[in-house]
C-alpha cells in the first residue's frame, strides 16, 4: 500500500471553493479507480502556523496504481478536475509514504467511502527525522491516540516518518504542550515538524 500526502498552498479568498470542488469533483473521480482511495482532507489550524494549508492523504494499493493515478492526472479523465483544482492554489506539492505499522498497513480501501459524515476532528501530525530506522512513537499520557504512522519513501534520502494522531483530550495536549514534554520513546531523534490540522466533517476518514 502507497500513501500520497499532499500539501496544497490554497488561494485564501477561494478556500471555500477549493473544498468544494475537491469534495463533490476530485474525491469521487479518484474513487473510479477500485485501487485508489482519498482518506483525509485537514485544514492547517489557523493561529497555528501558515493559513490556507490543505494537507491530504490519498491511498493506492500498489506501484501499478499510483502509476494509473499519475497517467489519470496528465492524459486521462483527471485531468479537467486537476485544471480546476489548480486555479484555486497557488501551488501543491507532496511525498510517498508507506505504512510502518497496522493499521494503516491493514487498510481495506473497498470499506473507505467517497464521503464521511462525523464532527470535525483534530490531528497533530508530526513530521520525524531520525538517525535510526526505528519509527517512532507517541506519548501515550499526551491526549492523542496514534491513527497511522508512516515512513517516508520519496523524496527523502534521510529516516523520515510521519505520525498522525488524532486529539482525543484537547486539556490533556495542551498541558503536555505546556510541560514540554516530547512526542515519543525513540532516543535518536533528530528534527520533529508538527501541525495542527483540522479534519473536515466529510472528510472520508476522521
Known amino acids: 500500500m502507497l500513501f500520497v500526502r499532499e500539501t496544497h498552498h490554497v488561494i485564501g479568498e477561494r478556500a471555500r471553493e477549493f ?4 469534495r463533490d469533483e476530485w474525491v469521487p473521480a479518484v474513487a473510479r479507480d477500485a485501487d485508489a482511495r482519498v482518506l483525509w482532507y485537514a485544514n492547517q489550524s489557523h493561529l497555528t502556523c501558515f493559513a490556507y494549508h490543505v494537507f491530504t492523504i490519498t491511498a493506492l494499493r500498489d506501484g501499478a496504481a499510483w502509476t494509473r493515478m499519475l497517467e ?8 479537467d478536475a486537476t485544471r480546476a483544482l489548480d486555479g484555486l492554489r497557488h501551488d501543491v506539492d507532496g511525498c510517498v ?19 464521511g459524515e462525523h464532527p ?20 501515550p499520557d499526551d491526549g492523542t491516540e496514534a491513527v497511522a504512522v508512516f515512513s517516508v519513501m ?3 534520502s534521510s529516516n523520515e516518518f510521519v505520525l498522525w494522531r488524532r486529539v482525543i483530550n484537547l486539556d490533556l495536549l495542551v498541558a503536555a ?27 472520508p476518514l476522521a
Request: contains cysteine; negative net charge.
Open 97 to 115: 509514504m508507506v505504512p510502518a505499522g497496522p493499521p494503516a498497513r491493514d487498510l481495506a480501501l473497498a470499506g473507505v467511502s467517497v464521503r
Open 120 to 139: 470535525a476532528t483534530l490531528f497533530v501530525e508530526d513530521t520525524i527525522r531520525t538517525r535510526g530506522r526505528e519509527a517512532p512513537e507517541w506519548m
Open 177 to 203: 504542550i505546556t510541560a514540554g514534554r516530547g512526542i515519543g520513546s525513540v532516543s535518536d531523534i533528530e528534527h520533529v515538524d508538527s501541525r495542527l490540522q483540522r479534519v473536515s466533517t466529510w472528510s
Open 19 to 22: 473544498e468544494s470542488t475537491y
Open 154 to 156: 520519496h523524496p527523502t
Open 72 to 79: 489519470r492526472i496528465h492524459c486521462g479523465d483527471l485531468v
